[in-house]
């Protein structure tokens, strides 16, 4: 009984046209990466799980994809120790001593792995990119695979904002490249750190943030009511009110909040964090527009992206004209090779979301419209010599880097000319005893119908008829 | 305590090096499998376990990398059932149980579900290669990973020995454009049939050809013996004599097997499943002539890839010029879809050994010379203004396509040259005070030390010495 193929859910199969697609994006950043002076790895997919485990919280430690050992695994092993009630076990524990190995479950934590093991090789500052697949045992749904491709950028080893700088102009220029309309939005921690400290609430930082993010759904008062419902005082909330009301433009901006950081809140309190971050993002600014930069790009306080790693700036991109969470995020983070026996390596990197962005161009239609075609040029055939009459032209065509097909099986015309137009071919060449005998070539556009004879030697005068 | 970092064995980490050459590969097949038509397609590096197991035979299932089912995947199972003596469990069994999904063990049997699951998509013959990973448990050893890509072409849906050209034809180009000298060698598991059904042993295929592959090593008389040990009769072995024996070109080979196939030999015997592979061969030859071929190809024999799943063709190709094993190979195969539910889909293919050519192109030096290459310029850069003086040529150069480095951390210059060396860029860019009162540019060859001045505008005059 033969088996209905299937694939596990939450995977893919990808065919021509989602590949064409698919590299379309990927050889677009990688372009722009390379004339960064970027550096492509490629780490395994397979992971020691004592790499993996404990990088990504208890709830990451539960969505790896264990690799069971091979050989004989359940052997030597006393279940009973691992029994909890009636035939319920104590998987998690079980699962360490049959597995060993796990699939990557992002690009960043192997980043830093590699960064540790291969010091000695590398030049710092690191600039590196990658753009592999990861695997994430969520529960899949819309939009949310259990394989999908990061694509990461990074560079460790330096703490100057040119480097924050340089991310920002390689989101412009991949979203120009790809036609895409974005807004870049730019935070920083410390800053954040800082609001937390001149209100009293140091460690209130998410908090704080979140409520920021909800001040354009839900408005000013019910913010404030939501800080105190979380215990801030209504001093706290006072100091932070100015910051909430934020307006004009970046500079007016950052004047406004380096007022408040130093000491003019009503609580007096200077946080020397805050201003350091008001400092990054400053200069970064200042960076960016004597770079200059096609897209718009501003302060958002309430991004709070990966605020339990990032120590300096975080990214955001957002699509203008589609109606998507974000396409392209990071940040600075300051230890992140430390857990691997490297310390004080400070990094910034931005990951592209390759699956979002590929919902953008298609929802614009933005795609190449010449990306779904592979095959220029049909030789149909009608019989043995026709065949070979066509293999020698083929041949060349290919060498100057035309795509061509020789219809495998001679025959019938009407099953070639369907294959042709199933498969958006825009080319035909049919040759007969006629052209054989004439050492001619004919070829057909099928789009327009126009139809024209070559010598077999005109190469260059075919050439420009499939241009 | 910080980890040491460290990769499972048989894994691998590949730097910017590395990665470069194994691209320059990949593209280079790539680019070549175009020309053809042939489609890229990917499937998951997961697929279900009811898809991979019995496909590679017991051996196969052993070297499978098995995925733990997510959630709690211990409880709810009898581990006494499982038990066999002492604390030795049924660990086949019992990996059942955990473990639902499995990584790709290869490219073929996905690519034979891919073909049924999508085949109301799909324009037959359908062409399509596909480059990716693969994993196996295998022990590692020298030049044998656990986790390697592959790099398949394959057609389906069609018999015609065009395909088998086209194979060949995309081998020779390859290696052409590879700059390795290949020897391509042909063999038909129909022909091979052929021998074993006028012999009078149509069951000992294998025996035979394994004897046919010793000739060279141990001379006839010893593999007579052998064949005789093996329970063929004396004069069995007097058939096979004079196919042992064989010399001359291809056509004489042909013509000379063709007598013995169609009832020549001692035995008498009409081989009809041996004249079909010898039309085929003799077809697939004249093809080949027609066609024009840049390296040798040849009838060997002694062919013996795939023997269980091949049913005509079968291909190897050599590097003359490196003592490696096969570095590509294939064949015909009729029923690979059957399993799935798609009968009569007969199909040929071939795999390109990436990490084997990687290790020719690497011994014989035939690496071109400036993949190692990335960047081209770094703006060495003094102080801040400085820096900012070096943004917007950096900008122009990188989006005419060159890749440029800012340095991000300005200081002192000899860190910066150090870091140019180190990453083999050949030109820097330094430009003080002096150059930026007058707005020009100072680009310096490393290599020759050259040096020159250019106004800031002259993109054109700076790219042509950047050139």
Do not use: I, V
């Given at each position: 009984m033969a088996q209905k193929p299937s694939i596990p859910k939450g995977t893919r199969d990808f065919g021509q046209q989602e590949m064409a697609e698919r590299n379309y994006i990927f050889d677009t950043i990688r372009s722009v990466f390379k004339t960064y002076g970027y550096q492509q790895i490629e780490t395994p997919s397979i992971e020691n799980l004592s790499t993996l485990l404990g990088k990504y919280g208890d709830e990451g430690d539960k969505l790896l994809f264990r690799i069971l050992n091979s050989g004989d695994a359940f052997s030597g092993i006393d279940y009973g120790q691992y029994?909890?009630?009636?035939?319920?076990?104590n998987s998690k524990a079980l699962s360490l001593k049959v597995c060993e190995k796990g699939l990557r479950y992002d690009l960043t934590v192997p980043f830093a792995r590699y960064v540790v093991q291969h010091q000695n090789e590398i030049s710092f500052p690191f600039k590196r990119f990658q753009i592999q697949p990861v695997w994430r045992a969520d529960?899949?749904?819309?939009?949310?695979?259990r394989e999908f491709y990061q694509c990461d950028v990074d560079v460790i080893g330096s703490r100057s904002q040119v480097n924050e700088l340089e991310l920002v102009q390689m989101v412009d220029r991949v979203f120009s490249l790809l036609g895409i309309r974005v807004l870049i939005k730019i935070n920083n921690r410390k800053v954040l750190t800082g609001f937390a400290e001149i209100c009293g609430f140091p460690d209130r930082v998410v908090d704080i943030t979140v409520a920021i993010d909800k001040l354009d759904k839900i408005g000013l008062e019910k913010v404030e009511e939501e800080m105190m419902e979380k215990g801030l005082t209504a001093e706290a909330v006072a100091v932070l009110r100015p910051i909430l009301q934020l307006t004009g433009s970046t500079e007016e901006k950052l004047a406004l909040m380096r007022g408040i950081m130093n000491g003019g809140s009503p609580s007096g309190i200077v946080s020397e964090t805050g201003m350091k971050g008001l400092d990054e993002l400053e200069e970064l600014f200042g960076l960016i527009g004597a770079a200059g930069i096609s897209h718009p790009v501003e302060i958002d306080l309430?991004?709070?992206?990966g605020l339990n790693y990032y120590t300096g700036a975080i990214f955001e991109v957002k699509a203008l004209d589609f109606p998507i969470g974000s396409i392209c995020g990071g940040g600075r983070y300051d230890n992140l090779t430390g857990i691997f026996g490297l310390p004080d390596m400070s990094g910034v990197g931005i990951s592209f979301g390759a699956d979002r962005i590929y919902d953008v161009l298609k929802g614009l239609d933005k795609f190449p419209a010449d990306l779904s075609r592979s095959t220029r040029v049909l030789f149909a055939v009608m019989g043995k010599e026709e065949l070979r009459y066509s293999l020698s032209p083929a041949k060349a065509l290919r060498e100057a880097g035309i795509s061509v097909e020789v219809f495998p099986d001679a025959g019938k015309l009407k099953k070639q000319f369907d294959y042709a137009t199933k498969k958006n071919i825009p080319f035909i060449s049919i040759n007969g005893s006629e052209e054989i005998a004439a050492g001619t070539l004919n070829f057909k556009n099928?789009?327009?119908?126009e139809q024209k004879a070559f010598s077999k030697e005109d190469l260059d005068g075919i050439l420009a008829f499939l241009a």
């Open positions: 029994r909890l009630e009636g035939d319920s076990y529960r899949p749904q819309k939009g949310r695979y309430s991004l709070a992206r099928l789009q327009t119908g």
